[in-house]
């Protein structure tokens, strides 16, 4: 696919996941950014409604522009490993959006038809018109939550969302910072209508995070554009979405999903932005996103090549799982051991699906469960990977009384069963179906082979 919806991995600990970005811990020290295609609008996420070559845009754009003002703040950014990821530093983020807008526009605008004067403490003086400039550019600081609430500088200081001193030093630095693109985009033509700036704290230091000057957090008009007719300038941004949703209202409410039409448009506004900001084309391909994602962070070593999970009934599996585990030892391979009985507490398979059928890697799962195994049909039938029954048996009584439970599976629930550990490894690795391995698993079958010839050998040997 080319959109990047939803991003999983089992072997990588996801601690937020927000309208579009999700954060990966790596360490103490540094968390990965995933920019994905998600698009959300008026607080909510729009489904089924991923954008092509959104989260490319908003992650290289971003880094851009960190470039350019890391002499006005420092900034989180480290090193960029896709084109939807980022490496940055891991700091104490500011719950504020330091909002800063030189245009009387968008949302404000619907306020201040309603009669709205006073925006976050901002006075806005009567008669103005749609898409006026304001003599000055002013702040408009709204909270850091899934309201987005306006906020007043005093109730940011008395609420302790920052001291005076920051504040003052994050006002400062996002009018220097509003200045700076306003004058870099007028040369290309474009008007840096408003936008948000979000800050943290790294080693006691305040340091710009997040996003910057891009088609989410801003609004750029055309500077030809508005100056022929300012108020029916085409936005080059998300409000262009906004736009659509107000004017398709069902029943009072807007609606959660896209057409086609409106995700194409969309994503050449994007593009678009994307190029008259950098002078340069966002790479498109016809590579599958996670694909591509899957090879980048196996190339920087945060991912292994693949994953096998063993699923136990209980704990009492462990000893059994180990010896599975012990038969994967030679191959490089991301293996995990996880408790959970299809019975008691089924309902955690839920939990399973929802990383392991959307994971970039390839995953296979390995069921232990003895006497009625429910276990190795439950995953089967919650998850798209491969399944593999290796029943903990006790010895022959046991197989025999209990085989049927793994053997026999429902529709659609295609779970194999294998009996002996060391097999079930294998079937795991081999269902992996990954280069590296099929070679590797090669060089054991010739081995193989070449034993048994040796051996045959060495026996007609004796003979004579």
Not at 55 to 69: P, Q, R
Not at 353 to 365: D, M, Q
Request: charge should be neutral; hydrophobic fraction near 35%; proline fraction near 4%.
């Amino acid at each position: 696919m080319k959109t990047l919806e939803k991003f999983e991995s089992p072997q990588l600990k996801k601690i937020h996941a927000g309208k579009v970005r999700d954060s990966i811990r790596i360490n103490d020290k540094k968390r990965m950014i995933v920019v994905t295609d998600r698009i959300s609008a008026f607080n909510k996420n729009l489904k089924n409604s991923a954008i092509p070559y959104k989260g490319a845009v908003l992650n290289n754009l971003t880094n851009f522009w960190f470039e350019k003002t890391k002499d006005i703040i420092p900034n989180h950014f480290i090193e960029q490993i896709d084109d939807n990821i980022s490496i940055v530093k891991e700091c104490q983020p500011i719950k504020v959006e330091m909002i800063v807008r030189a245009y009387l526009t968008g949302s404000m605008w619907r306020g201040y038809q309603n009669g709205q004067r006073i925006f976050s403490g901002a006075e806005v003086l009567d008669g103005l018109s749609s898409n006026q400039k304001f003599p000055e550019p002013i702040l408009t600081p709204t909270t850091k939550d899934e309201f987005d609430s306006e906020i007043t500088e005093a109730e940011i200081i008395k609420t302790g969302l920052a001291d005076e001193k920051t504040y003052k030093k994050m006002k400062e630095i996002s009018l220097k910072l509003f200045k700076f693109g306003s004058d870099f985009l007028e040369e290309k033509g474009i008007i840096l209508v408003d936008t948000k700036y979000e800050f943290g704290i790294y080693d006691g230091k305040l340091i710009l995070i997040d996003e910057m000057h891009t088609p989410d957090s801003s609004r750029f008009w055309k500077k030809e554009d508005y100056d022929k007719s300012p108020q029916d300038v085409v936005q080059a941004d998300k409000e262009f979405v906004r736009q659509w949703m107000l004017k398709n209202k069902i029943k009072g409410k807007t609606p959660d999903v896209l057409p086609p039409e409106v995700i194409e448009e969309t994503s050449k506004r994007y593009k678009e932005i994307y190029k008259d900001i950098t002078g340069k084309e966002i790479t498109e391909t016809n590579i599958d996103v996670s694909t591509r994602i899957y090879y980048n962070l196996q190339n920087v070593g945060y991912i292994k090549a693949g994953y096998i999970a063993m699923i136990m009934g209980s704990k009492s599996d462990l000893k059994h799982a180990e010896k599975i585990k012990s038969h994967l030892e030679k191959f490089d391979v991301k293996t995990e051991m996880r408790i959970i009985s299809a019975h008691k507490n089924g309902e955690r398979l839920n939990e399973l699906a929802e990383v392991y059928n959307f994971a970039i890697e390839p995953i296979s799962v390995i069921a232990i469960a003895g006497r009625s195994n429910g276990l190795g049909g439950a995953l089967a039938a919650n998850l798209n990977v491969p399944v593999i029954n290796c029943p903990p048996f006790t010895g022959k009584d046991d197989i025999m009384l209990n085989i049927n439970s793994s053997l026999i599976m429902p529709s659609n629930t295609p779970a194999v069963t294998v009996v002996h550990p060391d097999n079930a490894a294998l079937a795991a690795i081999r269902s992996l179906n990954i280069p590296q391995f099929k070679q590797q698993m090669t060089k054991d079958i010739q081995a193989m082979k070449e034993e048994l010839i040796k051996d045959d050998g060495e026996i007609r040997n004796l003979e004579l």
